[in-house]
């Protein structure tokens, strides 16, 4: 328990002198964001997800087979739009790989962007969504998960993926003292777990009870306060923004 709740707390507090420096809550504001778009997609814009790409490609076997409330063409523009945004957040590590402060702030500016976009969108459909808007919805927003994706990937923080959980829940079951592993690393994965059921939550229960955009303001509030306190964080060049 004592090493549980020390490597939760080191997850949202991290010591200023850490290796990952403040990284760790940042990428877990980004976990939550990704509840609360794959929430909005998934009940607002039909049977797709335009973060989890595992669930996308799963829709499209369903959709091709024939099943109802399923479309292929749903979910092949967001497995293209989301494969173009983690390109474009690939080209920005590419450039920035080597001041993680830079790249997590650039992308998180970037995505905010692409998120910037979603909510216009969605105010102007209001609760009735047409094809003519669920299409460029799909599209910005899956731009905006794969751009961090792709930027959480090259920070390389360990069970911080922001957007695939299967592996960090299987860690807290495969890694546990009781399966004869080292039990470590449970606090983060955890608060990982949470932190996603925690926007979905919200994000669900906004999209149904008051109105549609909610979830994704509040998703741009996020990312953008995560870019500014990225950039603010890191004009000391400090160890944790070196790769």
């Keep these: 328990m004592n090493t549980f709740l020390t490597d939760a707390r080191g997850t949202l507090l991290p010591e200023p002198n850490s290796k990952y420096g403040p990284l760790p809550p940042l990428l877990l504001a980004l976990t939550l964001v990704t509840g609360l778009v794959d929430a909005f997609s998934y009940l607002v814009l039909g049977h797709v997800f335009v973060a989890n790409m595992t669930g996308n490609v799963v829709f499209l076997g369903f959709a091709l087979a024939g099943a109802p409330g399923f479309s292929i063409v749903a979910s092949v523009v967001a497995l293209a739009s989301f494969w173009s945004g983690a390109f474009i957040g690939g080209r920005v590590g590419s450039g920035l790989g ?108 906004l999209v149904i009870h008051v109105r549609i955009v909610l979830p994704l303001v509040i998703a741009l509030i996020v990312i953008v306060a995560v870019a500014a306190t990225t950039f603010a964080l890191g004009r000391s060049d400090p160890a944790w923004a070196r790769a």
């Design 98 to 205: 080597e001041h993680k402060d830079r790249l997590l702030g650039t992308a998180g500016a970037i995505q905010g962007g692409f998120l910037a976009v979603s909510v216009v969108l969605a105010a102007i459909t209001a609760d009735a969504m047409s094809a003519g808007y669920r299409y460029p919805l799909i599209v910005v927003l899956g731009l905006a998960m794969g751009i961090q994706n792709a930027t959480a990937r090259r920070l390389a923080v360990p069970d911080l993926t922001t957007t695939v959980l299967t592996l960090t829940i299987t860690g807290t079951a495969a890694d546990s003292a009781l399966a004869g592993g080292k039990g470590s690393v449970s606090g983060r994965r955890l608060i990982a777990v949470a932190a996603m059921l925690i926007g979905g939550l919200l994000g669900a229960a």
